[in-house]
């Protein structure tokens, strides 16, 4: 069975264990999950192969306690926190890069993947929303192996103030909308973002609409991108093929 890290920018245990049940749902029976917190300065941030090791993949998942501006000041101690989650992100999404391992970022790790790249995060009103919105998925998304068996257009969960705003050097967009503009990227081969939140059913609050096609989104990662990341990080690193 595949393992898969999912790393959490969450500070309340009823938001940390929301979140893994969620990705547990959304896995399902087609990986085991680990976790760790982006909070916890005792990890060895800067040895990422320590972190990812024995690992197919690594998920980024959102968070509804930190943003990159958020309409707040840049001295808010929540924007200085974003930002040392990102350098300590880096690391992780910089190892996984150059060894091609498949990484998924969903809404704050989404942007953290953006904003590695030159994606500007702002907080843009007009694309802030909470609820299901229609995503349609473009041309080079219809010939990508994780969008191209999903619907032209479909319905997907959203939860954020702040937006990708530009398109983040060496990406490709597979998927938008009139309400989200880089609603799901693709890097190189194997690392995929998304601005919605695939894991979740149902939001709080917003439009409301079934969101069944999306919801397949993170169990179709683990069986068409992180399946074929079958080296153990510990041989790949020891130089094994």
């Not at 009823?14 to 909070?39: C, H, P, Q, T």
């Not at 990159?68 to 996984?96: C, Q, T």
Request: glycine share 8%; proline share 5%; charged share 25%.
């Amino acid at each position: 069975m595949q393992k898969i890290l999912l790393v959490q920018s969450r500070t309340t245990e009823e938001g940390i264990e929301r979140e893994r049940n969620n990705f547990k749902r959304a896995v399902g029976d087609s990986a085991e999950l680990g976790f760790l917190s982006a909070l916890d300065e005792h990890l060895a941030w800067t040895t990422p192969e320590k972190l990812l090791e024995g690992y197919n993949g690594v998920i980024f998942g959102g968070s509804s306690d930190f943003d990159f501006h958020g309409g707040r000041p840049d001295s808010d101690p929540v924007r200085l926190m974003s930002m040392m989650i990102l350098s300590r992100a880096k690391n992780i999404v910089s190892y996984a890069m150059t060894h091609d391992i498949p990484t998924l970022g969903v809404c704050f790790g989404h942007q953290i993947i953006g904003q590695m790249h030159g994606g500007m995060v702002t907080n843009d009103r007009e694309q802030s929303k909470m609820g299901a919105y229609e995503v349609a998925v473009t041309e080079e998304g219809k010939r990508d192996p994780l969008f191209s068996v999903l619907p032209e257009k479909f319905f997907a969960q959203y939860a954020h103030k702040d937006s990708v705003t530009n398109m983040p050097e060496g990406a490709t967009l597979l998927a938008t909308g009139p309400a989200c503009r880089f609603s799901a990227l693709r890097y190189g081969r194997r690392i995929y973002t998304v601005q919605f939140h695939p894991e979740v059913l149902k939001m709080s609050r917003g439009p409301e609409h079934e969101t069944p096609e999306s919801s397949r989104i993170v169990s179709l990662w683990v069986k068409r991108i992180a399946v074929t990341h079958s080296i153990p990080l510990t041989a790949r690193a020891e130089g094994v093929a």
